[in-house]
Structures are given as structure tokens and as C-alpha cells.
């Protein structure tokens, strides 16, 4: 009978020693930070919509400034699905693909990249859990230091590229 019982046991602890383990951004913060974003871009007079996904580009939570125009809400998850997906700020690769004309082709990956500045991943105890999307700021720069502060206000590592 231990036998049998050994036999049935191993395997599966063998493979649940195999499972992978992610960390995932809890509801609550992903909330927490797009209330910091939307807060600081209303307090400099802009309208936005902001947006967090999870590590897997999926949509937690998006919230719409009042007065916010309707294509901030598509081009928030988009940023934030593109940070999490390229793990670096969209900033950069609006940069990259500006000095780079051949990577012009990353904007057509899929439908929900949006290679323009304002999104940015979201980086907790050294993992990227997820991404950050801002949209209606007037310039990509802000839409950056929107959702930066988003960041902040769950104390996310910093991701803003330095200006140059």
C-alpha cells in the first residue's frame, strides 16, 4: 500500500516543482495607479484616459478622465499593452524606430501596438508585472510623466526615459 501511495504522489509533486511562478499586479494597485496618473494630468489641465495591463497585455483596469476625448481610451491600452510587451517605455521605441527606419515594421506586430510615447512598464521588486498606458496629453512627454506618477504612486521602479 506505501508503495502505491509513493507512486501516486512523486509525479505530481515532481511537476508542480516544475510550475512557473509570477508575480501579479493586485487589482488594488493597478486602481491606485491610474488615480495618481489621471489626478496629475488634471491638475495640468489635461483630460486623459489611462490604462493597466498585466504582464500578458490583458486589460486590469482603465479609467477615463471626465471630458477625456474617446480615442484616449483605446491609445491608453494600447501604450500599456505595448510597455509590457516590449518591457521598455514607448517612448523609447518611437525613439529606436525613428533612428532605425527599418524597425518601422514593429508597428504592424498586431493591432494593439502603439508605438508613441506615454506607456510604460510596470516594474515591481525587479519584475515587469505589467504596463502603464496614458493618452490624451498633449504631447508624449507628458502622457510620460502622467503615467510616471502613476508609477510612483505604487512605488514602481522608474521607467521615464531621461530627456535629452
Not at 104 to 107: A, F, G, I, K, V
Not at 124 to 139: D, K, M, Q, S
Not at 152 to 162: F, H, L, Q, R, T
Given at each position: 500500500m506505501a508503495t502505491l501511495v509513493l507512486c501516486l504522489v512523486t509525479p505530481y509533486g515532481t511537476f508542480a516543482d516544475e510550475l512557473l511562478?509570477?508575480?501579479?499586479?493586485?487589482?488594488?494597485?493597478?486602481?491606485?495607479?491610474?488615480?495618481a496618473a489621471v489626478?496629475?494630468?488634471?491638475?495640468?489641465?489635461?483630460?486623459?484616459s489611462v490604462s493597466?495591463?498585466?504582464?500578458a497585455g490583458i486589460l486590469r483596469a482603465m479609467g477615463r478622465a471626465d471630458g477625456a476625448g474617446p480615442h484616449t481610451v483605446d491609445s491608453s491600452r494600447k501604450k500599456?499593452?505595448?510597455a509590457a510587451s516590449a518591457r521598455r517605455p514607448t517612448s523609447e521605441l518611437a525613439d529606436l524606430i525613428t533612428k532605425v527606419p527599418t524597425l518601422?515594421?514593429?508597428?504592424d506586430i498586431n493591432g494593439d501596438i502603439l508605438i508613441l510615447g506615454?506607456?510604460?512598464p510596470i516594474e515591481?521588486?525587479?519584475?515587469?508585472?505589467?504596463?502603464?498606458?496614458?493618452?490624451?496629453?498633449?504631447?508624449a512627454?507628458?502622457?510620460?510623466?502622467?503615467?510616471?506618477?502613476?508609477?510612483?504612486?505604487?512605488?514602481?521602479?522608474?521607467?521615464?526615459?531621461?530627456p535629452k
Open positions: 511562478k509570477e508575480s501579479v499586479l493586485p487589482l488594488s494597485m493597478a486602481s491606485k495607479a491610474i488615480q489626478e496629475s494630468c488634471k491638475k495640468d489641465g489635461y483630460r486623459v493597466v495591463v498585466d504582464r500599456a499593452y505595448t518601422q515594421t514593429l508597428r506615454g506607456g510604460l515591481l521588486g525587479g519584475e515587469i508585472v505589467g504596463g502603464i498606458g496614458v493618452g490624451g496629453a498633449p504631447g512627454h507628458l502622457d510620460d510623466a502622467c503615467a510616471q506618477d502613476g508609477l510612483d504612486a505604487i512605488g514602481a521602479a522608474s521607467k521615464v526615459p531621461a
